[in-house]
């Protein structure tokens, strides 16, 4: 987490951290190989 990602008070920036691993997230979302998941 950096970048901008943690406010000064220790919070998460959810659109910065959105933003900057957008690849990820999507990779996320679709699931595929490498992802595990949960169902339920």
Known sequence: ???GEIT???YINQS???ARRA???SALQEGGDGVIGIDG
């Open 1 to 3: 987490m950096d970048a």
């Open 8 to 10: 000064d008070k220790g």
């Open 23 to 25: 690849q990820m997230v």
């Open 16 to 18: 910065a951290m959105l």
